[in-house]
């Protein structure tokens, strides 16, 4: 029996670790996704800046932002974080990739002009402190707040892999850091019109979508944490949503390649939520609202409102990360072919939350650093591109070195 103990902590343990490289490897997709989309003179910050944050969410996370969410700490010997075969300490790093996702999502909204010390500092609140609030409420049932949702509605807020947790959090924390920050320089002209920005490359865009996708399966599948736990349904309808976004941005974008690869990450970003317990032609429903919004959103932002996300993160993460944690109280429902266990009131409550504690998080954090040592790049800075004013060197440098 014991032998037969071990086996299964191992096989976690490799299980979960898997997950961790899977969702790793994702944060190569946002480095990519923004480098194609970002123009030429911005290329080498994209990349600088998401690998960056990612060592400083590992830094606030292990010290500060995992203790707040889960009352774990890892100040003990060696030899007792290894018991297990160190599930716990691999399960640290499996959240963690989650938990970095939120700078990189915000990353891609503020784009272009944000300074770039004032940002890791404000990596290192948001995902020491802010992000985790809200993931311990969500899945550690922290202040009691599952257990009274539950008590009302019946069921408490669910969120399988982190559809309001992780993307609506990241993307309503954006969307307060945009805000904040102001349009780039020359975005909109004296009468409100819109100067295009094109991305820079359409096939790093694509790349960066591509890597996105394939580790997505990684984050959602991987969420059940144990071997015993994964299920197929979540791999299935991760497929179908991804396609239904695909296919709903290819139509509402009228063949724009940028909509296209936004359209999948739009569908994943919706099922996490209910990737477990909705039926495969629900996800596929799921899926395919999250493309047709993420369009809709992303051109209301950038012409209508003036709101100049470069990415939009607050359409593909915010809007569609809030759908996905409402349709999870929809298609969830077993009236709907769903597994049940959940309630769409429970849904809307903890959605609501989420974004509450995002904005308010986010607007204080970035409201702060502007106040105190201020986020936007000088403008002569601006104009040059933070390739060459922060990092000194291009992403093709034109001459070559003459040893």
């Not at 191992?10 to 670790?17: H, N, P, Q, V």
């Not at 139509?251 to 990737?275: E, M, Q, R, T, Y």
């Not at 986020?375 to 591109?385: A, K, N, S, T, W």
């Amino acid at each position: 029996m014991e032998n037969l103990g071990n086996l299964q902590a191992g096989s976690d343990t490799l299980f979960i670790l898997l997950g961790a490289i899977m969702v790793l490897a994702m944060h190569a997709g946002f480095a990519f996704l923004e480098l194609g989309t970002v123009r030429k003179k911005n290329q080498v910050n994209a990349l600088v800046k998401i690998i960056t944050d990612f060592a400083i969410s590992t830094l606030a996370y292990f010290f500060i932002g995992y203790a707040i969410a889960y009352g774990v700490t890892f100040f003990n010997s060696a030899e007792e974080l290894a018991q297990k075969n160190g599930y716990e300490l691999v399960k640290f790093f499996f959240l963690l990739t989650f938990a970095a996702a939120i700078p990189a999502i915000v990353s891609g909204g503020i784009a272009e002009r944000a300074r770039f010390n004032p940002q890791l500092a404000a990596t290192a609140m948001l995902v020491g402190f802010i992000y985790p609030l809200f993931e311990g409420i969500a899945w550690n049932g922290r202040f009691g707040i599952q257990d009274s949702l539950e008590s009302m509605f019946g069921a408490p807020f669910h969120d399988f892999a982190g559809s309001v947790v992780v993307h609506g959090v990241g993307g309503w924390i954006a969307l307060a850091a945009v805000l904040l920050l102001g349009a780039r320089r020359g975005r909109y002209n004296k009468e409100g019109r819109v100067s295009a920005h094109p991305p820079s490359s359409i096939p790093f865009l694509a790349l960066g979508a591509w890597i996105l996708t394939v580790g997505w399966f990684g984050f959602n599948v991987m969420s059940a944490q144990t071997v015993t736990g994964i299920n197929g349904l979540v791999a299935v309808n991760s497929l179908m949503a991804m396609v239904g976004g695909t296919l709903a941005a290819l139509w509402a974008g009228k063949n724009d390649p940028g909509f296209v690869h936004n359209g999948p990450l739009a569908g994943l970003v919706a099922i996490c939520a209910g990737s477990d317990i909705m039926h495969p032609l629900g996800a596929l429903i799921v899926g395919g609202v999250a493309g047709w919004l993420f369009v809709v959103m992303f051109t209301l932002t950038q012409n209508r409102w003036k709101i100049d996300d470069v990415l939009g993160v607050w359409p593909l993460h915010g809007i569609c990360g809030a759908w996905g944690g409402i349709a999870a109280g929809i298609f969830g429902l077993e009236a709907l072919g769903g597994r049940g266990g959940v309630s769409f009131m429970s849904q809307l409550s903890g959605t609501v939350l989420g974004i509450t504690i995002a904005l308010a998080g986010g607007f204080l954090v970035y409201g702060v650093m502007k106040k105190l040592v201020g986020i936007r790049m000088e403008p002569e800075d601006e104009f040059m591109g933070a390739d060459l004013s922060i990092h000194r060197i291009s992403a093709t440098p034109e001459r070559e070195s003459g040893w």
